[in-house]
């Protein structure tokens, strides 16, 4: 056993066979500058950036560490809480020195949040129960140059109820074959899936869509923004969504819409049963990203008024606009200053 070094892991001997060890990983990322997460040699993924870092860290393989992402997002798709699961053929006394290190290799527009130890049974993609995803809208006539990156721009007005009224027929179960691209449909077993809510948050010019389901089909979640679009334009009623879904033809939906860009998207969380998330025997303890110290404070600076934000909340340093979650909402704001209560 190895102790007191940045990276500590038990070792077992080579003439045993050995077993393996199972991590999970909570990932934020920006997904501008990557062509998705799948792994693609000689182009920047998500995958590959993060097995870059884990095969320095692990001193592994690429192909020995089997990282698994949970959802494979496309290109310029964002993700607050992916999740993803590697192996080892060793256990680790302790993560936080594995969490650190990873983070320090990593660029900075892709942060782990957790490490933590996952049961054998686990898996990152076959284990899920639920997503939830998020697109931006910005309905405005004059776009906000810092959410250029991360929002759709649409400069006309739109009908915000006619499109609440829309979400309410895509809750429930259904085939979703007209809202899939058909590209990777080979991949899912059944274009069946359930939508347990879909919602429509307004705040200022931004319109975040939030969808819940037990799965999605491949670009199903920015075709169906892409139809709520036309029809908080007026050009179509809500009455079309039942009307699409029931043809189960893709080329129903292309006559109406076409697909929303990708960097309006974010993957916010990824659910599991509970079972699949206990804690191993004889596992070490899980590493989550740092919190602000006890007593520190920012004063911040929004759309609504000055903000002053205690020790609770969670901030990402990496990028030019802070982002504070608070009360599970993301607000976007930006530091006047920063200080410490004596």
């Not at 975040?208 to 089909?217: D, K």
């Not at 923004?225 to 033809?249: F, H, S, Y």
């Not at 990203?289 to 002053?308: I, T, V």
């Amino acid at each position: 056993m190895t102790t007191g070094l940045p990276l500590t892991f038990v070792h077992n001997p080579p003439d045993l066979q050995l077993p393996l060890y199972r991590w999970r990983l909570v990932l934020s990322y920006d997904g501008t500058r990557f062509s998705g997460w799948q792994y693609q040699p000689s182009i920047p993924t998500l995958q590959g950036t993060l097995e870059q870092a884990l095969t320095q860290v692990t001193k592994l393989e690429r192909k020995d560490l089997s990282l698994v992402g949970a959802s494979r997002t496309d290109t310029g798709v964002h993700a607050l809480g992916q999740v993803a699961h590697f192996v080892t053929p060793f256990n680790y006394t302790e993560l936080q020195h594995t969490h650190a290190a990873l983070n320090g290799l990593l660029p900075p527009d892709i942060r782990v949040r957790e490490i933590s130890p996952a049961l054998p049974d686990f898996h990152a993609r076959f284990s899920v129960t639920g997503k939830i995803y998020r697109y931006n809208i910005y309905n405005d006539t004059v776009m906000d140059p810092f959410h250029r990156l991360y929002a759709y721009h649409n400069l006309s007005k739109l009908n915000t109820c006619a499109m609440k009224e829309a979400t309410k027929y895509f809750v429930g179960k259904h085939d979703f074959s007209a809202f899939a691209n058909t590209q990777r449909n080979d991949r899912v077993l059944s274009p069946v899936k359930t939508i347990f809510r879909m919602d429509i948050i307004e705040n200022g010019p931004m319109l975040h869509v939030e969808v819940e389901g037990s799965g999605f089909l491949y670009r199903q979640v920015r075709n169906m923004v892409a139809l709520l679009l036309q029809i908080g334009r007026e050009a179509i009623p809500p009455e079309i969504v039942p009307k699409i879904l029931a043809t189960c033809d893709r080329k129903e939906l292309a006559k109406v819409a076409l697909v929303a860009p990708p960097h309006g998207l974010y993957l916010v969380q990824v659910k599991y049963k509970e079972e699949h998330l206990q804690r191993p025997v004889d596992a070490p303890a899980a590493s989550f990203a740092a919190r602000a110290e006890k007593n520190s404070f920012f004063y911040l600076s929004g759309d609504h008024g000055d903000l002053l934000l205690l020790s609770d909340a969670r901030i990402s340093r990496e990028f030019m606009l802070w982002v504070v979650l608070n009360e599970d909402q993301w607000i976007y704001v930006s530091v006047v200053s920063l200080g410490y209560f004596a």
